[in-house]
C-alpha cells in the first residue's frame, strides 16, 4: 500500500513507545511549493523560477528577505521573541508530539523543531550566537536551512500538544506558523494551503464549489433528507434576513462522513425552528491563513464573514464541526474581524453548533431515540484545535464535555481511550495545520500512529466500533488514513451524524415503515 | 582594602549592573512586544484572578512538567527549591542584622547546597543519558549546568571542608553595598575565589542566556491570557491600522 512502513500498533494500553532518536528518517523535500501565481494572490514576492529539472529557486534576495520577515515577526509577536529566547532544553516535550512518535526523527521533537528557526535566530540576533555560535549551537542561514524549514515545519500540524507539556508553555505551532511565514516571503509557499486560498478569494469556500453548484447540493441533501424522513428540510442559501448564519468546512457538501454532519446540523435548526442560512459568498469555514502564519491572510479571510453577516441582515452566527475553524472563530474572529456589535448580544459571537444542539438536547427540546444508534460503540476523538485552542459552552473544559454530553445523549454505548490521548492530551489526527495533502502521505500515516494506537485499544479491549470527530480535516484525515491500521473507513463519524440518526423529527415517518 | 577586594568589588559591580540592566531590557522588550492574538493554552482561566491561579501553579509547583516528566520534575524541584533555600540563607552576608526568617531556615539552608548540587548532577545525568536530550542540548546547556555545580560544590567546601574568613567576606559584601571602599578586603582563599568567579560570571551571562526562563515565563501568552476572545475584542497596535486604513496588507498601509 506504501512505499514506507506503517507503523505497528499493538492495542495493548494505547499509549505509542517513545521510539529511540533516528535522524533523518522524514528527511526530504517536503511539500509541493506554490507556484507565483498563487503567491502573488497572497500578497507574497513571486519571482522564482523552475529549472529543467523542475526545482523552484528561492527569491533572488531570499537571505535578507529571511532574515528581515524573522525580524518583523518577533517585534510584532511576543510569543515568538519570548518562545525563541526562553527555552531550556529541559526536553519536557521530546515525546510529545505525535510527529515525532510516529517517525523517530529526531528533529520532528518539538524543541529540535524550535531550534530549526532558534539556531538562526541566535546567530544573527543574540549576543551570545553572534560571538560564541559553537557554544550555543547557532548556524548560519544557507539553503540547506530553508530546505530544512520546508521539511519539517510541514510535518508539524500546529496541535499545540507540546506547549501543554512545556514549562513555560512554549508553543511549537507559533514558531512553527512564524516559520512559514519567513518561508513565504522568501519563494516557499506551500502550494496545497495558497492555492486552497485562492479559491476562497475568488469563489468562497477551498473547494471552489461556485454558487450554482452549492445550491444543487443543497437541494441534493434536502432530497435526501426528505427521502429518509419524510420531513422537508430546508437547508437555505443567501437568504436574506435569516436569523442565523451557519459557517461551515467545505467539506460539509459533499464528504462522508461529513455531509451526514450537515445533514444533523439542519434538522436540528429545522426541529427548533430556527431561521438560517448559508452564505455563498463565505461557504467556508476553514481558515488556512492560520496554517501559513499570515495574519493578513487570516484576517482577509475572516473579513468574508464579517461582510456575508452584514450582506444577510443576520442576528447570530454559528460555526459547523471543524477543528481549526473554531480555533480562528472562537479565538480570533473578534479580533481579526470585530467588533460583531451589529449582532444580537444575546449570543456569543461566534456559535458552536453544539452550542445550540445541547442546551436544546438538555431542554427537551428534541425527540431522541438512542437506540437508534445502538449498533454502534462509539468513542471521541478530541481536535487539537478544539480541545487546546478554543472553547465551548462559556465553561472551562466545556470543548471536552459539551461533545461528550451530546454524543452520550444519542447514544448507548460511549467509552473514551486512554486519559493520556484525549481531552487536552489529545493527539492530534495527523493531518492538520496544513498537512492535509497527498504529497504529505508519508508523515500523515505516521503521525497518525498515536491515535490509531488508542482506538486499537478501545477497539481490542472495550469493543468500540466507531469514533465520532468533530472536525472536517480530522475526518477527511481519518477516513484515509485508518485503512492503513486495518480500521475501515465507515467507523469515522461526525457528531451531529449521532445526532441526526437518534433525532426524530415532528412527522417523521421512516423510510422502512412506508413500505 | 586589598587588591583582591578590588578586583572583586569591581566585578561584582559590573555583574549586579548587567544583571539588572539585561533583565530589565529583556523584559521591556516582552512587556512591550504585542501579542496579537489570544493563544492561551486551552483549557484556560476565564477570569483574571484565575490566570494569576494558573501562573502560581506553575511558578511555584511546575505544574505543566509535572504532568509531562515526572523524574525530571523531581530533579527540578530539588534543584530550584534547594536554591531558593541557599539563597535565602545568602541574605546574611549582606546584611548587619540577620532577619528571624533566615535564622529560622538556617539549619535546612546548611544542607539545601547537598540537595541542590545533587539535582543539578541528576540533571546533568539526564542530558548524557537520555537520547532525545542529549540531542537537543548545546555545549552551553552543559556548560551552564557544570558551573552551577561549581558554585554549589565551592560553597559547601567552605561551609563543611576549609572555613573561609567568613567575617571578613560578609563585612566585603556589606562595604560593597555602602560603597565603602576602605573595607573592600578578601581573604586570599581559593576556593572562596572560585566560588564568587562562578556567581559573578552567572549574573553576567543571565541576561543573555536561557537563564532569562525566570522572568520570562510571566509574560508567556500561553499562559498568562484569560480565555475571554468571544467576550472582549482583543487587537494588538499594528493590526489595529488594518481596521482604521480599511486595507488586508501590511504593506499596503500608509504611514
Ligand atoms: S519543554 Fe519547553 S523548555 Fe523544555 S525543551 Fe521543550 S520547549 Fe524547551
Ligand atoms: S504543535 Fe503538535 S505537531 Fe507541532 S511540534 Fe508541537 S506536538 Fe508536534
Redo the contacts with the bound molecule.
Keep these: 500500500m506504501a512505499d514506507y512502513e506503517v507503523p505497528k500498533i499493538t492495542g495493548e494500553d494505547g499509549i505509542t513507545d517513545v521510539p529511540p532518536v533516528t535522524e533523518d528518517t522524514m528527511k526530504g523535500s517536503g511539500p509541493w511549493i506554490s507556484a507565483p501565481k498563487f503567491q502573488e494572490e497572497m500578497h507574497f514576492p513571486s519571482d522564482i523560477e523552475k529549472d529543467e529539472e523542475g526545482n523552484w529557486s528561492l527569491i533572488p534576495n531570499w537571505k535578507e528577505a529571511a532574515l528581515e520577515k524573522m525580524d518583523d515577526l518577533r517585534h510584532r509577536y511576543r510569543s515568538l521573541q519570548l518562545f525563541l529566547d526562553i527555552c531550556v532544553k529541559c526536553g519536557a ?1 521530546t515525546d ?5 512518535l510516529g517517525t523517530a526523527d529526531p528533529k ?1 521533537m ?1 524543541v529540535a ?1 524550535q531550534d530549526l528557526l532558534r539556531k538562526v535566530y541566535r546567530r544573527y540576533f543574540t549576543f551570545s550566537g553572534k560571538y560564541f555560535p559553537k557554544l550555543v549551537g547557532a548556524t548560519d542561514l544557507t539553503e540547506e536551512v530553508i530546505d530544512d524549514w520546508y521539511n519539517y515545519y510541514h ?9 501543554v507539556f512545556c514549562p513555560y508553555g512554549i ?3 507559533e514558531i ?1 506558523m512564524a516559520a512559514r511565514e519567513i518561508l513565504n516571503h522568501v519563494g516557499r509557499g506551500q502550494k496545497y494551503c495558497t492555492e486552497i486560498m485562492g479559491k476562497v478569494y475568488k469563489i468562497g469556500n477551498n473547494l471552489g464549489l461556485p454558487e450554482p453548484a452549492l445550491a444543487d447540493t443543497l437541494e441534493g441533501l434536502e432530497e435526501d433528507i426528505e427521502y429518509d424522513t419524510g420531513v422537508q428540510v430546508k437547508l437555505p442559501l443567501d437568504k436574506k434576513g435569516a436569523e442565523i448564519l451557519l459557517i461551515t468546512p467545505s467539506a460539509d457538501f459533499f464528504a462522508e462522513p461529513h455531509v451526514d454532519g450537515l445533514m444533523g446540523y439542519a434538522k436540528v435548526f429545522h426541529e427548533l425552528g430556527l431561521d438560517w442560512t448559508l452564505s455563498s459568498y463565505a461557504s467556508e469555514g476553514a481558515n488556512f491563513g492560520m496554517f501559513i502564519g499570515s495574519y493578513e491572510n487570516m484576517r482577509r479571510i475572516s473579513q468574508r464573514i464579517r461582510k456575508a453577516a452584514l450582506d444577510l441582515g443576520v442576528k447570530r452566527i454559528v460555526f459547523g464541526e471543524c477543528g481549526h475553524a473554531w480555533r480562528v472563530a472562537y479565538s480570533f474572529l473578534n479580533t481579526l474581524a470585530g467588533p460583531f456589535d451589529f449582532l444580537d448580544p444575546k449570543y456569543p459571537v461566534p456559535q458552536h453548533v453544539l452550542e445550540i444542539t445541547w442546551p436544546a438536547i438538555q431542554a427537551g427540546k428534541l425527540n431522541i431515540d438512542k437506540s437508534r444508534n445502538d449498533d454502534m460503540t462509539l468513542t471521541f476523538h478530541d481536535s ?1 484545535n478544539i480541545a487546546r485552542g478554543s472553547g465551548m459552552g462559556g465553561v472551562e473544559g466545556g470543548q471536552f464535555d459539551i461533545p461528550r454530553n451530546v454524543i452520550k445523549a444519542v447514544c448507548n454505548n460511549y467509552v473514551d481511550m486512554p486519559a493520556d490521548t484525549i481531552k487536552d492530551a489529545t493527539f ?1 489526527c495527523g493531518g492538520g ?1 496544513g498537512i492535509l495533502t497527498d504529497d504529505l502521505m508519508e508523515v500523515r500515516v505516521k503521525g497518525a500512529q498515536p491515535r490509531m494506537e488508542a482506538l486499537k485499544h478501545v477497539t481490542d479491549q472495550k469493543g468500540v466500533t466507531h469514533m465520532a470527530a468533530i472536525c472536517a480535516i480530522c475526518k477527511s484525515q481519518f477516513t484515509k488514513v485508518i485503512p492503513y491500521y486495518g480500521f475501515t473507513m465507515d467507523q469515522i463519524v461526525s457528531v451531529h451524524q449521532l445526532v441526526s440518526n437518534a433525532l426524530i423529527l415532528t412527522g417523521q415517518v421512516d423510510e422502512d415503515e412506508e413500505d | 582594602m586589598n587588591a583582591l577586594g578590588l578586583i572583586y568589588g569591581v566585578l561584582f559591580w559590573l555583574a549586579t549592573l548587567t544583571i539588572v540592566a539585561g533583565i530589565i531590557y529583556k523584559v521591556r522588550i516582552y512587556w512591550k512586544t504585542p501579542a496579537p492574538l489570544k493563544i492561551p493554552t486551552m483549557p484556560a482561566p476565564r477570569t483574571k484572578g484565575g490566570v494569576v491561579l494558573r501562573m502560581f501553579r506553575e511558578v511555584a509547583f511546575f505544574h505543566s512538567l509535572f504532568r509531562s516528566d515526572k523524574l525530571l520534575w523531581i530533579f527540578a524541584i530539588m534543584f530550584h527549591y534547594a536554591l531558593a533555600l541557599v539563597l535565602l540563607r545568602h541574605t546574611r552576608y549582606f546584611t548587619e542584622t540577620i532577619n528571624s526568617i533566615v535564622l529560622f531556615l538556617q539549619p535546612f539552608g546548611k544542607y539545601a547546597g547537598f540537595i541542590m548540587v545533587l539535582g543539578l548532577a541528576l540533571l546533568l545525568a539526564r542530558r548524557f543519558i537520555i537520547d532525545r536530550v542529549r540531542y537537543i542540548s548545546a555545549p552551553s546547556d552543559f556548560l551552564m549546568l557544570l558551573l552551577l555545580i561549581l558554585i554549589g560544590i565551592s560553597g559547601l567546601m567552605m561551609k563543611f571542608v576549609s572555613h573561609t574568613d567568613i567575617v571578613t567576606v560578609k563585612s566585603f559584601f556589606i562595604s560593597l553595598r555602602t560603597f565603602n571602599i576602605e573595607n573592600w578586603t578578601l581573604p586570599a582563599d581559593p576556593v572562596l575565589l572560585v566560588h564568587l568567579t562562578s556567581v559573578a560570571l552567572l549574573l553576567l551571562v543571565f541576561p543573555i542566556s536561557k537563564l532569562m526562563h525566570a522572568p520570562g515565563v510571566f509574560f508567556s501568552p500561553t499562559r498568562n491570557q484569560v480565555d475571554d476572545a468571544r467576550e472582549k475584542r482583543h487587537v494588538a497596535d499594528w493590526a489595529a491600522e488594518l481596521d482604521k486604513q480599511g486595507v488586508d496588507y501590511l504593506s499596503e498601509l500608509k504611514k
Excluded at chain 1, 510529545?96 to 515525532?100: D, I, L, N, S, T
Excluded at chain 1, 510535518?155 to 506547549?163: D, K
Design positions: 516535550c510529545k508530539c505525535h510527529y515525532f520532528n518539538p523543531r510535518q508539524c500540524s500546529q496541535c499545540r500538544r507540546c506547549s508553543d511549537t505551532a512553527s487539537c492530534c495545520g
